[in-house]
């Protein structure tokens, strides 16, 4: 168990769990934030037209609520391959705490998209954030289905994620003005 490799996923990672893994439970890791400030051109967009993905912020005294998988030490190598294929455009792999309680917690790996890869995109206005996601597809489907699975998601685990919520407030009404025209 010591050995075994804990990954923590706070987008995409938490509905698309493409490795094997032993035991999965809600988690969160702490002074960080997520946010839309990822470019995508390998997943939810393609180069020229890039979608926005979540990524990790500094921010003291914050709570970034996710998924942790527990890896077997015997798929560790395949499993950090093929997330670091997956994640490829952009993110690279941290090591943080991951807590599962205020009392219970151990080390593992993120992945974690910074302002130095060349699809980092930063901050911007809600609307525009979502402008972007409305208009983006890529090789991994809709940027739309992206921001709702990871929303569903979120809810599935009582989670609130105020970033989140408020993107999606906004590309609700971009849709729903598209489906008044
Ligand atoms: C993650 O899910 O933890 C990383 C970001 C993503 O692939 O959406």
Not at 90 to 100: A, C, S, T
Request: net charge negative; proline share 5%.
């Amino acid at each position: 168990m010591n050995d075994d490799l804990w990954v923590f996923g706070y987008g995409s990672i938490i509905w698309r769990v493409d490795f094997p893994y032993i035991e999965q439970q809600p988690a969160y890791i702490k002074n960080w934030s997520r946010r839309f400030w990822q470019g995508s051109t390998d997943h939810r967009g393609i180069p020229g037209k890039p979608g926005r993905v979540v990524t990790l912020v500094s921010q003291p005294g914050d709570v970034c609520q996710g998924r942790a998988y527990r890896v077997s030490q015997d798929y560790q190598d395949e499993v950090l391959a093929s997330l670091d294929h997956r994640e490829k455009g952009g993110y690279e792999r941290l090591v943080i705490d991951i807590f599962f309680s205020e009392a219970r917690f151990t080390s593992g790996i993120t992945y974690h998209a910074t302002p130095e890869n060349p699809n980092y995109l930063g901050e911007a206005p809600y609307s525009d954030i979502a402008k972007q996601i409305a208009s983006a597809h890529g090789p991994s489907g809709s940027n739309i289905e992206y921001i709702y699975k990871l929303h569903e998601s979120l809810q599935q685990m009582n989670s609130t994620d105020n970033h989140v919520n408020s993107v999606l407030q906004e590309v609700r009404l971009i849709e729903a003005n598209i489906s008044r025209r």
